[in-house]
Each structure stands twice: as C-alpha cells, then as structure tokens.
Nanobody, 116 residues
C-alpha cells in the first residue's frame, strides 16, 4: 500500500507563504500525475493543482498565479509553493497520486490555516 510523507502545513497570516511537500513510498514516475487537493470544513474536496510525469501543470482558478506545483525527481518529492495566502485557502491539503482516470491514491492530509 502506498504511503505518503506530507509536511509543510501550519498557521500563517494572510499574505504569507507556505511550502507543502509530498514524498510517496513508491516512485512518482509510477503515476500519470501527482497533485494536491484541499477540503475546507463543510465543503467538497477540490483539486488545487497537479503536475504530470512530463512536467505539465494545471491549477484551479482560485489559486492560479499564487500557487506553484513542482517536482524534484531526484528526491521523489512533489511541492506546492503557496504565496499570498488568503483566509479562504484554509483547508486540509491532500497529496494525491493519479494512476489513471479511475485510480487516485490519497495521502492523509496536512492542515493549512490562514488567519491574522
């Protein structure tokens, strides 16, 4: 069973930055893409960003221009660089490995709280 080492969440003031890290127990090259989703209290989980094995990236409209997803193949790690954070970014952020259109493997999540 794939396990994820997720880190980097925490409490930050509006306008601040955080970097989330995700290292799966298997090679990131095993997957079509790696990504991050988030879920705020009382809301559905939403895709934030993903990066394919070839390096193509995709972002939700709500984070476009503020978040950057990247991968370090040598470290087998995917990062989510978050800048200009807003209170509405507060959520549990989940790393995910997309093996196919019907097979996504999820991490346990890391809390991000944006508050004065």
């Amino acid at each position: 069973q794939v396990q994820f080492e997720e880190s980097g969440g925490g409490l930050v003031q509006p306008g601040g930055s955080l970097r989330l890290s995700c290292t799966p127990s298997t090679s990131i090259f095993n997957y079509y893409a790696m990504g991050w989703s988030r879920q705020a209290p009382g809301k559905q989980r939403e895709t934030v960003a993903y990066i394919t094995a070839g390096g193509s990236t995709n972002y939700s409209d709500s984070v476009q221009g503020r978040f950057i997803i990247s991968r370090d193949n040598a470290m087998n790690t995917v990062y989510l660089h978050m800048t200009n954070l807003k209170p509405e970014d507060t959520a549990v952020y989940y790393c995910k490995a997309i093996a196919s259109a019907v097979n996504t493997i999820w991490g346990l999540g890391t809390q991000v709280t944006v508050s004065p």
